[in-house]
């Protein structure tokens, strides 16, 4: 049987897992009805996003598997490279 990365990434060639990332920090930021959290990784410049309906524990010092996609963002009319999480799971 399949994991559920396995079969996301055999969908869409363009995302990528990674695992036994160590976050740096963890922030959640209320947006609309949604909670906007941001994870910065160890080794890593760029932002790691994803929504959630609610408040997740935090994140700060534990190891997750991720599976996402590049992107950007227009922020203040310059485009940032985001990194945009599908899948977090802790390990």
Same mark, same amino acid.
Do not use: C
């Given at each position: 049987?399949?994991?559920?990365?396995?079969?996301?990434l055999k969908?869409?060639?363009?995302?990528?897992?990674?695992?036994?990332?160590? !976050?740096?920090s963890?922030?959640?930021?209320? *947006? @609309?009805?949604?909670?906007?959290?941001t994870?910065?990784?160890e080794?890593?410049d760029?932002?790691?996003?994803?929504?959630?309906?609610?408040k997740?524990r935090?994140?700060r010092g534990?190891r !997750?598997?991720?599976?996402?996609y590049?992107? *950007? @963002?227009?922020?203040?009319?310059?485009?940032?490279?985001i990194m945009k999480v599908?899948?977090?799971?802790?390990t």
């Amino acid at each position: 049987m399949k994991s559920d990365s396995e079969s996301l990434l055999k969908n869409n060639d363009k995302l990528i897992h990674s695992e036994a990332l160590k !976050v740096k920090s963890h922030a959640q930021r209320p *947006q @609309e009805d949604w909670v906007l959290h941001t994870l910065m990784i160890e080794g890593y410049d760029v932002p790691f996003r994803f929504k959630r309906q609610g408040k997740y524990r935090t994140l700060r010092g534990a190891r !997750v598997n991720l599976t996402y996609y590049p992107t *950007q @963002e227009m922020v203040a009319g310059i485009p940032v490279e985001i990194m945009k999480v599908v899948r977090v799971k802790r390990t």
